[in-house]
């Protein structure tokens, strides 16, 4: 699943091979592969310029918090790389990179990692010394930096994640929180893949996840090609395998995760940490360091998206409501640190109170500081 061959250096050449290629940065292009037309077809959309994946990321081309940051480092080096070309004026190239930084921050605001990867780039753009062209290499060498560093924060947080299961294990998930959702390899997808290659007999509940239905299309998708066993259910199918005892635990992403352990995920996620609780089913957070916003306090304080009324009434061009039918969508929901009996990082297994462990766990990765 290479759609161009081109470049396949970093992690992509250590250990196991990836078999899902969510995003790629070439000298001259990002290609993403198109979410919206999985499973039905495998496509992938080549963008030339810091707009085209700007409205790849808006219309959910792309989606994923850790693969929308990725994709928005290769839109930089893309607009750093056409800035160059078209100008050697410093301060003309300064201003582009400024228009597609604040361009692409505006795209989807919950995704901290949206915000992390556009401050990562726009260091090596605002101290550079030399010319634009050489800041244009400079650039993408850090887009392709911060791809193959997803990669290993995803292969890390599987790892690690992997220890709380045994043989057997019956794992629920939400959305889609896999390779599709990040560089190529996943945070809660990365742990399943994880303790499916240590036992091979574990069992998946996939939650279809309305109204975007990521999980009925992208997560099955994903587990099909990785010959994971699963079955698809719907949302509100959930509380009744728990409540029978047919839930061991319950793994899902996040989007943004705020100083005290708060955490914003796709809508629904907060329904089932609430289950989870009633019944006392581990409910554990799969996300990289780059998803912490230590600026944040609480859950009060994150940005919730609201998306379009017409991805609740349709779906796939197909009206599902009465003509004239009013809805509302919340992309997210904030489920709170209480909730979550753990959060699984790339630096280890992190427990409550959060608010002290996020903290130690930060000083030894990167987090929005």
Do not use: K, Q, W
């Given at each position: 699943m290479n759609p161009s061959g081109t470049h396949d250096g970093g992690a992509h050449g250590r250990g196991e091979r990836l078999r899902v290629r969510t995003v790629e940065i070439l000298d001259d292009a990002v290609v993403l592969i198109d979410q919206r037309s999985l499973p039905l077809e495998e496509r992938y959309v080549r963008c030339l310029t810091w707009r085209?994946?700007?409205?790849?990321?808006?219309?959910?081309?792309?989606?994923?918090?850790?693969?929308?940051?990725?994709?928005?480092?290769?839109?930089?080096?893309?607009?750093?790389?056409?800035?160059?070309?078209?100008?050697?004026?410093?301060?003309?190239?300064r201003g582009v990179l400024a228009e597609a930084s604040a361009g692409l921050a505006a795209t989807r605001p919950t995704a901290v990692n949206l915000t992390w990867a556009i401050d990562e780039m726009s260091a090596v753009w605002r101290s550079w010394k030399g010319s634009p062209l050489s800041c244009a290499s400079g650039l993408l060498a850090r887009a392709r930096a911060i791809h193959d560093d997803d990669i290993d924060r995803c292969r890390r947080i599987g790892a690690h994640g992997a220890t709380l299961f045994g043989a057997g294990a019956r794992?629920?998930?939400?959305?889609?929180?896999?390779?599709?959702?990040?560089?190529?390899?996943?945070?809660a997808l990365g742990v399943i893949r994880s303790v499916f290659a240590e036992h091979p007999d574990i069992s998946v509940f996939v939650d279809e996840t309305r109204p975007f239905l990521q999980g009925a299309r992208l997560t099955a998708w994903e587990l099909s090609v990785e010959g994971i066993p699963y079955r698809l259910i719907s949302d509100n199918m959930a509380g009744h395998f728990i409540s029978r005892g047919e839930v061991g635990a319950i793994v899902v992403g996040a989007d943004r995760i705020a100083a005290n352990g708060d955490t914003a995920n796709k809508i629904g996620t907060y329904t089932l940490s609430v289950l989870a609780k009633?019944?006392?089913?581990?409910?554990?957070?799969?996300?990289?360091?780059?998803?912490?916003?230590?600026?944040?306090?609480s859950g009060a304080g994150i940005p919730i998206e609201e998306r379009s009324e017409d991805e609740v009434t349709s779906f796939a061009g197909q009206r599902l409501a009465p003509v004239g039918a009013r809805a509302l969508h919340p992309a997210f929901d904030v489920t709170p640190a209480a909730n979550i009996q753990a959060i699984i990082t790339e630096v280890g297994i992190l427990r409550a109170p959060y608010r002290r462990s996020l903290h130690a766990a930060c000083a030894e990765g990167k987090c929005i500081s």
């Open positions: 085209d994946v700007a409205a790849r990321i808006s219309d959910m081309t792309v989606r994923g918090a850790p693969a929308i940051g990725v994709a928005a480092a290769g839109a930089l080096a893309l607009a750093g790389r056409e800035a160059a070309l078209r100008d050697d004026d410093v301060d003309a190239f794992i629920l998930t939400h959305c889609n929180a896999g390779a599709l959702a990040t560089a190529g390899y996943g945070t009633e019944h006392r089913v581990p409910f554990y957070v799969a996300a990289p360091l780059t998803t912490v916003d230590r600026h944040i306090t």
